[in-house]
């Protein structure tokens, strides 16, 4: 299972998103950050040619790979008639983002993580699973149950399955395309074995290595108080839950 970690919350432009989260994790020997296709900078409609070239440029001088792009769009655009071909139009040209960046050897992984609703418009999945599989993309889908049919799997998002009530360690069971890895105190999102926290890291980690053991885990600290630090402490969460007692 190859961690990564998501950009989101490490700043507003993506250089410095990217340098900052770079810093972080290619020194604890983790290469791999998830991108955020909804940032300004990285958005699929902004980038010609030249630019792509320029970010899978930007990310091998700062010694680290793609391992997905997060295109966190609100599910209900989908099923809203009036957002569904804007929200898919987005959707699609980060399948194809990614597929250059792999294809530039920026990306080592191609997995999309992104939202969809019960009920999308029609043509909606249709097309979407199209432009996948044609470029070997796979999409995890983060709502719950969440979508089953390749190239769209199952995506899970730690916070989001206890906030619901739900055991995220069960929902591993399911072979996640990508894990998002958070924690919740109650509260508020925490790192990953923070204090408080609701995770139990080392029964999920048991759980993904038999039912999903090339999921993309992607540390996500979006919205807390020091993302160095919490991106820092999952990290050393996630190596100790896989050592054994």
Do not use: Y
């Not at 890291?201 to 053991?213: D, F, H, I, M, Q």
């Amino acid at each position: 299972m190859a961690l990564s970690l998501s950009i989101t919350g490490f700043g507003k432009e993506p250089r410095d998103a990217i340098a900052e989260a770079a810093g972080v994790f290619a020194p604890l020997g983790e290469p791999r950050l998830q991108l955020d296709a909804t940032m300004a900078g990285i958005r699929p409609r902004e980038l010609d040619r030249s630019g792509r070239r320029d970010l899978a440029a930007l990310l091998r001088r700062s010694g680290v790979f793609c391992s997905g792009l997060d295109v966190l769009i609100p599910g209900a655009h989908f099923s809203d008639p009036a957002q569904a071909d804007r929200a898919l139009s987005a959707a699609v040209g980060a399948v194809e983002l990614l597929a250059e960046l792999g294809t530039l050897g920026a990306a080592d992984s191609r997995v999309l993580c992104m939202t969809l609703p019960e009920k999308p418009v029609a043509g909606v999945v249709e097309a979407l699973s199209e432009a996948a599989r044609d470029r070997a993309v796979l999409i995890a889908d983060l709502s719950a149950p969440g979508l089953n049919r390749a190239p769209i799997g199952p995506g899970l998002d730690c916070v989001r399955a206890i906030v619901a009530g739900a055991d995220p360690v069960a929902a591993a069971a399911a072979g996640p395309l990508a894990v998002r890895l958070c924690d919740w105190d109650g509260t508020q999102r925490v790192a990953p074995g923070a204090r408080g926290g609701r995770l139990d890291l080392r029964a999920l980690r048991g759980a993904l290595s038999v039912s999903a053991p090339s999921a993309a885990v992607i540390v996500d600290v979006a919205g807390m108080r020091s993302p160095r630090e919490a991106a820092m402490a999952g990290a050393r969460a996630w190596r100790e839950a896989g050592v054994a007692a």
